[in-house]
């Protein structure tokens, strides 16, 4: 195959000796959750899959071995999909992947290849000069779905990312062509070893003489003990990226690993551990704060470090949803590879607490920051009380301020601030135009939103939102229970700007009500558009859904033709309501369109579906759905200059009220 040809292979007799990892989980044992993307940006989680057994295959672009055994693991789920087997390739080397000329010289070798083989987008490249390019997409999107043939000869089974190598490094993987079988019901491994004895390092058999792997799925379908449950695997030796030293990352002058980097040695509590907490995780991780327990001192982390190890593992915290490959935002709190490789390595070496101070208790008790951290706002927006019980699940409230604006004004900045953060999960606040309002907009959208972790500041240089006299703020609060009973009188700062900004900021959505989910559907898709009629500038984007959604995906179509991805949310998570500041503004011309694609899950395999068996709609409530795309940004005057850099994020959110 011409893909083939473009593969360096490396001799495997001089390959170098096996790096230091962890043990891992064997046979027998119950694995943590997890949860990687694979190349085409979706996103796949051990315990959100509807499986009776999941195969974990590591591979790695460029070794020989790997790519042979591809086609026996697309056997597998061919012939076992439907008695409840899921496959997945893991990319255990993700620093071997073609760069993006290769990618591209790929592409173009293998555009003329037949649609069963290559795919409707590459059968298509045949009739490149017939169609639009948007018909074949964007450059970023052909790139990654070119590297997925890197493991093997088209089709495959989902090739997941594990760009960091920490799913890897936590099951202890040495070499590439390792499987592993867990069970769904327990998710304990019930197999660990080799596919097939064809292969070993520097050697190959016409034919393999034991097929370990589907001996052991068989004997696991028909409720049999796995009669070789563990066998040697033989491939490719696995580099993990920190077994190369800190360089890039910055050593300590004592030779520690510097900020986040793992290294070779053991990792620092604190000079690597707690600063790096302190960056993503202590906002939320205060006493009385949302977060469920205070990182206040290194005991505290040490015995909460199981649970962050696994939440690191599934990507649930920091909360953080958006591909890492798609856009680049300003407030991204994710962790990086260096982060979370420390982090995890710190947890394996049985969290050392090493010399010096600790400075999470060093910060702990301090006093709280300014309760308006930009100064006395000019009008408070105040909640009636509310009473939030000690137990249970609060639903979604909506309540009406009694503050009316007293004249037209141009707002600066709009401040959340949460009343009682021990209950508070997020704030939405909505403006309501009076009703004798020149151009009232067709609907209540966003005007700010307060989220944990994500710091208030001021509009964009040169914008404003505008508030007309008689004006209304409508509040959604999402509380949360801690036990005991609470009140909360939440608030919004209003600083009203001096001067008239030069472009109004403004909240648009791409939005649809055509909504129809069927019963226990895993993918029901659906779209919608927004069209700017005038150039603008674009500041962040948020998507909505309720319970369901499972993802969504804002897609710029150019008026030439070209599609721009600008922001996808793989793994959309109802609980927490992101907007995503893009770093620098995105300048949109008139005449192109906002694509919002996305789909809801509405199976039993969604831990937060409430009835697999309704057919769901639009609707305002959680048990119903929505399909919303916002899109904060600012009309462009004629003869504008370029816009400046943010250094804040744009007052942004979402809303339950079309």
Known sequence: MVVTLLLAVAALASEPAAPQARKGPRVGDEVKNFALLDYRGVHHELRRTNARAVVLFFTGAGCPIARQQAHKLKAIDNELGKKGVVVWMVNATPQNDPDDARLDAMF???KMAPKEVLGDRYALRKMSGLVPPSI???????????????????PLPPVLRDEHQIVSRYFGVTRTCEALVIDRKTDTLVYRGAVDDQFVEGAKKPKATRSYLRDALDAFLDGKPVAEPATKAHG????YAEDEG??????????????????????????????LLQRKCVECHTEG??????????EKVKGWSEMIEEVVLDRRMPPWHADPHVGTFGNDRSLTGAEARALLKWIDQGCPRGDGDDPLAATAGKPEAAKWPLGEPDFVVALPEQKIPATGTVDYRYIDSDFVAPRDMWVRAATTRPGNPKVVHHVIVRLRHPSNFKTPPPESFLFTTWVP???????????GLFVPKGAKFNFEVHYTTNGEPQTDRSEVGLYVAKATPTMR????????RALDVAPRDPDARHEATYFFERESIVYAMAPHMHVRGKSFRFELLLPDGRREPVLSVPNYDFNWQTSYVLKEPLRVPAGAWMLCTGSFDNSP????????????DWGPQTHNEMFMGFITLAEVPKKSAAPEKSTAPAPGGVSDAE
Do not use: W
């Not at 490719?236 to 580099?239: A, G, I, Q, R, S």
């Not at 972790?453 to 914008?463: F, S, V, W, Y």
């Open 453 to 463: 972790g994500l710091d208030a500041g001021e509009c964009p240089p040169g914008t």
């Open 289 to 298: 704060k949302v977060g469920p327990f205070a990182m206040s001192s290194y």
């Open 505 to 512: 900021l403004d909240v648009r959505a791409a939005h649809t």
């Open 108 to 110: 173009q070798l293998g």
């Open 136 to 154: 074949l997409g964007d450059k970023k999107t052909i790139r990654a779905e070119t590297l997925q043939y890197a493991f093997g000869t088209p």
């Open 236 to 239: 490719c030796v696995v580099t």
């Open 246 to 275: 800190a360089a890039g990352d910055g050593a300590a002058v004592d030779g520690t690993a510097a900020d986040g980097a793992a290294g070779d040695g053991p990792v620092s509590y604190v000079k690597q551990v707690a600063p």
């Open 605 to 616: 395999a969604n831990p937060h579906n409430p009835d697999p068996e309704a057919r769901v």
